[in-house]
C-alpha cells in the first residue's frame, strides 16, 4: 500500500473511532455553554472529510461490481430533481446530508484502504466504551442527583413507560441500540466476542427499549443462522426455535403489566397505524413522474423534519427513499442489500448477511441509515470493505478467483 493510502486508512479509521463516541464528550460541552458555532463545527467536521477521503478512493475502485452500479445509480437518481427543483436547493443539500453522505464510507471501504484485523479491532473497542458508558449512565441515574447526573451529559431524559431509557455516549436510545446491534452482530460471527459478551450488549439494547434494534438483534442472529443452514432438517429445527423465541417473549410482554406499557402501549403503537395510512395517501396523490424518481432529498424522514417540510416521518426508512427518490432509487437500494445477503450467504460470510439482515429489519419501523450517522457509516465502511471478497465464483461455500 502507498504511503498516501497508509494516510487516508488512517484518518478514516479517526473518523470511525470518533463518530459513535463524540456526542458523550459533546454533550458534557453543551451543557457547559459552549457556542453553538463551535458545537456545529465540532459536530459537522466528518462531513467534508468523508467526501474528500471517498473522492481520492474513486479511482481505486476498479473494476466496478454490480453493487458499486447500484449504489451509483441511487446517487443519480437522488440528483435528478437539481434539474428542476432550484426553488428548495438547501432543503436538497440537507436531505442529501441525511441520506447519501454516509454512503461515502462505502467507497472508502471499497477501496481496500481498511484491514479486516484493524477494523475488528477498533470496532470491538467501540462496543466496549459504549457499553461502558451506558453502565455510567445506569450508575449515575441510580445514585447521584439530578444535578450531579446532568452535569455528566446526562440530562436528558427518553422515557418508555415508567422507565428511563439509556443512551450512552450517543444521541438517543435507538441510536445507541442499532450500533450495538450492528457491531455485535459483525464481531460474534467474527468470533471476536462471546456469546456472554453478546448477551451483555443484548441487555443493554434491552434497556434502551428500542424494539426494532432489539428485532434486528434477533434477527440477525435467527435468520442469518437459518440461512447458511444447509442441513433442512436441522433448518426447520432452527425456524421451530425462533418461532417459540419470538412467541414467549411476545407472551412475556403482552402479560407483564410493566413491559407491556413500556414496549408497546406508552409507545404510540396505534399512532404508527396512522402513519401508514398517512403515507399511502401521499403516494397515492403523488404524480407519475414523483413515483418513479420521487419527491426529491429531503421531503420525508429526519431531514424533513429538521426542514419543517410538513414534517413527513413515515417511520420505515424504504418508505422514506421511496418518497424521495421513488421506485428507481427504493430498486437500487433494495438491489444493493440483496446482493449483499445472498453473496454473503453463498461464501458463507454470515457476518456480512447478519448486518444487512439486521439494518433491514430495524429500518422497517425507523430510520437507521437517516438519523444515525455513525452506525451508518459503519455499516457502508463494512460491506465495501468486503466487495471484493463476495465477487468471485461461489463453490461449495467459498469464494474462488
Known amino acids: 500500500m502507498s504511503k498516501s493510502g497508509r494516510i487516508v486508512g488512517a484518518v478514516m479509521i479517526l473518523v470511525l473511532v470518533t463518530l459513535p463516541l463524540q456526542q458523550g464528550w459533546l454533550r458534557p460541552l453543551e ?29 481505486r475502485i476498479r473494476p466496478f461490481r454490480p453493487p458499486d452500479w447500484l449504489l451509483m445509480s441511487l446517487i443519480v437518481v437522488a440528483l435528478v430533481p437539481l434539474l428542476w427543483q432550484f426553488d428548495r436547493l438547501s432543503g436538497l443539500a440537507i436531505g442529501y446530508r ?35 458508558t451506558a453502565v455510567l449512565q445506569l450508575l449515575a441515574w441510580a ?55 453478546l448477551a451483555i450488549l443484548a441487555t443493554i439494547v434491552l434497556l434502551t427499549f428500542s424494539r426494532s434494534a432489539l428485532l434486528g438483534l434477533v434477527g440477525g442472529v435467527i435468520v442469518t443462522s ?16 425462533g418461532a417459540l423465541i419470538a412467541v414467549a417473549i411476545g407472551l412475556i410482554i403482552v402479560n407483564n403489566e410493566a413491559l407491556r406499557t413500556s414496549f408497546i402501549e406508552a409507545r404510540n403503537a396505534d399512532i404508527r397505524i396512522d402513519i401508514l395510512q398517512d403515507t399511502v395517501e401521499r403516494f397515492r396523490q403523488s404524480s407519475p413522474l414523483e413515483l418513479v424518481v420521487g419527491h426529491g432529498a429531503g421531503t420525508a424522514g429526519p431531514a424533513a423534519a429538521a426542514l419543517d417540510e410538513g414534517g413527513f416521518i413515515p417511520e420505515n426508512w424504504f418508505l422514506q427513499i421511496a418518497y424521495e427518490f421513488g421506485l428507481l432509487g427504493v430498486g ?20 456480512v448477511a447478519a448486518i444487512v439482515v439486521c439494518i433491514a429489519i430495524n429500518s422497517l419501523f425507523l ?32 469464494i474462488s478467483r
Request: glycine letters at 12%; hydrophobic letters at 55%.
Open 31 to 59: 451543557q457547559a455553554g459552549l457556542p453553538a458555532v463551535l458545537l456545529t463545527v465540532l459536530t459537522s467536521w466528518s462531513g467534508p472529510l468523508l467526501l474528500g477521503l471517498a473522492v481520492f478512493c474513486w479511482s
Open 98 to 132: 441525511y441520506t447519501l453522505l454516509a454512503t461515502a464510507g462505502y467507497w472508502i471501504g471499497r477501496a481496500g484502504l481498511l484491514e479486516a484485523g484493524q477494523l475488528d479491532r477498533w470496532l470491538k473497542i467501540i462496543i466496549r466504551c459504549l457499553v461502558a
Open 143 to 197: 445514585v447521584l442527583p439530578q444535578s450531579a447526573w446532568s452535569a455528566l451529559g446526562f440530562g436528558e431524559q427518553f422515557m418508555a413507560g415508567g422507565w428511563q431509557r439509556v443512551y450512552g455516549a450517543m444521541s438517543g436510545p435507538n441510536q445507541l441500540a442499532t450500533f450495538l446491534s450492528l457491531g455485535g452482530l459483525w464481531l460474534i460471527w467474527r468470533r471476536q466476542i462471546g456469546w456472554v459478551e
Open 226 to 241: 437459518v440461512a447458511l443452514e444447509t442441513n433442512w432438517r436441522r433448518r426447520g429445527y432452527l425456524v421451530a426455535i
Open 332 to 351: 437500487s437500494v433494495l438491489g444493493f442489500l440483496t446482493w449483499f445477503f445472498v453473496r454473503a450467504v453463498r461464501a458463507g460470510r454470515p457476518e
Open 367 to 398: 430510520h437507521p441509515l437517516s438519523d444515525n450517522f455513525a452506525a451508518a457509516v459503519w455499516f457502508f465502511v463494512l460491506l465495501g470493505s468486503n466487495v471484493a471478497a463476495l465477487s468471485g465464483r461461489v463453490k461449495h461455500g467459498m
